[in-house]
């Protein structure tokens, strides 16, 4: 009896999993977004416009919460520090997260639009031009769309939606920030949660995957020592920019001979910080980097070559030992094998099978994992932005490249992006939902 149980339950979740949402259901979705595009519009070029770094998103947090109040949500602001939780029960029925972040970066624009930003912000002791670079603004309007759109069918589904608006993505430090204050404590737990994310695609696009979608991510910290002496005798001193010149260059053996070369792995040195003139040897130099993986196992031996490589080059210096950091960042966003197929069936019967695939995990790392972690299953997917011509000619041998994220220039084509992202998420939270 009880295998024939397990029998009948496996045989309605896969029937689950390959149920599509109706047509009429599909087209209303895209009818509503259609019509509240000058709205969607107007919200996102003010985004553009006045972006704000992490846990600083003052502005952008309570626009936001704002427009929430109006489609009705009941919004709590300042959860991990700067994040919103904007709930809506609807009757009874599953319990649905659905993400965006707020944080631009501190770069200056350059891609020289009408709406392009000029905001600044201090960032690390200093003034920065602010922006966004990385598409939050399109992620911050398509979720404003989803919630529009779910509030106005309403009648067509029951359950809970948890919206929250999250802070300091780009530091990975503003998922952390809202479990730390009793998001899943305070709030419903979701039963499933969603989050999307622009990519350098065609728009009118959707990419997706089961499994890691993103890479672990930690930090290198290193100072190697040494002792300070006139560049004209370096004899007379322990030389600490030769020992990070090694460092650097060695460390490439734990990627190129340590690791199996089918696994992801990176190790990428992007600053060097030592000396001040041409003719004095300095006393430290400071070594910073990040380590970026997919598998535990990867990541571990990773930190463990780093480490062993940092103090081996100070060691045939006859050096100190160095100060070695490797700081835990953002961990891999393994999807739900389950919730992506049942959620590609609709990508692929609304876009078309052509514009809805799956795609490579993408190198760069996010915090949603730690919702994901805190045992929800959850779909992170991608979102097109750039005309397809462009994107055609980009992947032909020798075609113009197009901006990636956090180029300067990184500028999404508003009106297809936006309504792509509102359509997709509302799709794919409308297929949890109970009906």
Known sequence: MKNVLIAAVLSLCAASASAQLPAPLKSDVGARVNGMYPW???????????PEIAFQEVRTAGKLAAEMRKLGFEVTEKVGKTGVVAVLKNGPGPTVLVRTEMDGLPMEEKTGLPYASRAKAMSNGSESFVTHSCGHDVHMAGWLGTARTLVEMKAKWKGTLVFI????????SGAKAMLDDGLFKRFPKP??????????????????NSGPVSSNSDAIEIVFKGRGGHGSAPDKSVDPITIAARFVVDVQTVVSREKDPKEFGVVTIGAIQ???VGNIIPDNVQVRGTIRSYSPAVRAKLLDGVRRVANASAAM???PAPDVQLISGGAAIVNSEALVA???????????AANAQRMPAMTASEDFSLFVNEGVPSMFFFTGVY???????????????IAFNHSPFYAPVPEPSIKTAAQAMSLAVLNVLGR
């Open 40 to 50: 969607l519009d107007t919200v996102y070029k003010d985004l553009h416009a006045h």
């Open 317 to 319: 210096a006859g050096a």
């Open 191 to 208: 039963d499933y949660a969603f989050a999307l994310h622009s990519w350098p695609l065609a728009h009118g696009t959707v990419g997706f």
């Open 342 to 352: 049942k959620t590609e069936a609709v990508f692929k019967d609304a876009f078309g």
């Open 165 to 172: 608006a999250q802070p300091a993505e780009e530091i990975v």
């Open 274 to 276: 030592g000396g001040t």
């Open 387 to 401: 005309d397809p011509k462009a994107v055609a000619e980009a992947e032909r041998p020798g075609g113009k490249p």
